[in-house]
């Protein structure tokens, strides 16, 4: 059995990286127990109803996240996660609403704290992290990943995060591409991305693309034009579409 040891872990909140001020992640999948008890019954029986899913982070407050996150109250944004920084780690991410923003100054000559508490605005995806990379101002094609096929039933899944942009009159453009074995012979672009600039700024996005699609290898195409650098996260998972 192998044992995972958090460290050098990864938050993305929106157009937020969040690691360097977040210490604990809590993530809890769970389900509505409805009772189904009948008169015939000599106990309570019950049946799965709507799945919920709610994440807290928790961390040191930092002023420069501040005002974005008291702001994030009022959106729906896109949170991804992931045990490790690298390239290939597992990920869970979802569109999210954060439904508590806490603040917590515990005394002089302490750190002052902060705790975000999110409720799932659709379901959890688990996946895998396509491409981390901090001040690209290239075009290039990140690592193959295999995800696997999706059936009718299932979707793929992506979140991107651009989390900071250097320079004027640049622009990011996001794909996903798939095919049958690792070395692309076929690539097929099955997700974009809209245009990410210096004038949108620093964002997420969510993608949703249904299947079926029996390729099984997936990966992240960046396109850059203009002078400048781009800090991004990019996600992606097979599951049920929802």
């Known amino acids: 059995m192998s044992k995972q040891v958090f460290s050098n872990g990864l938050v993305r909140l929106g157009g937020y990286d969040l690691t360097a001020d977040v210490n604990a992640i809590a993530l809890a999948e769970g389900a509505d127990a409805l009772d189904n008890t009948n008169l015939a019954s000599t106990n309570h029986t019950y049946q799965p109803g709507l799945k ?5 982070v928790s961390g040191f407050w930092d002023t420069a996240n501040d005002a974005y996150l008291s702001a994030d109250l009022t959106l729906t944004d896109v949170i991804t996660l992931a045990l490790s920084q690298a390239e290939g780690a597992v990920t869970y991410f979802m569109k999210s609403v954060q439904a508590q923003y806490k603040t917590i100054a515990d005394g002089a000559g302490k750190l002052a704290t902060m705790a975000l508490t999110f409720n799932a605005a659709g379901s959890l995806t688990r ?19 295999q995800l696997g096929a999706a059936t009718a039933t299932q979707s793929l899944f ?8 250097t320079g004027t009159g640049v622009t990011l453009t996001g794909t996903i ?18 245009d990410v600039t210096d004038v949108t700024g620093v964002e997420a ?17 960046y396109t850059i034009a203009g002078t400048g650098t781009f800090d991004f996260t990019a996600a ?6 929802h």
Not at 178 to 191: C, Y
Not at 212 to 221: E, G, I, L, S
């Open 177 to 194: 591409e798939s095919d049958s074995a690792n070395n692309f012979p076929s690539p097929v672009t099955v997700a974009t991305f809209t």
């Open 236 to 241: 992606a998972g097979i599951a049920s579409t």
């Open 127 to 145: 996946g895998q992290v396509l491409a981390n990379k901090t001040g690209i101002s290239a075009t290039g094609t990140g690592t193959a990943f």
């Open 52 to 56: 919920t899913v709610k994440c807290s």
């Open 205 to 221: 996005q969510f993608q949703a693309i249904a299947g079926a699609n029996t390729d099984t290898w997936y990966r992240f195409k």
């Open 158 to 165: 992506a979140s991107l995060h651009v989390t900071n942009i």
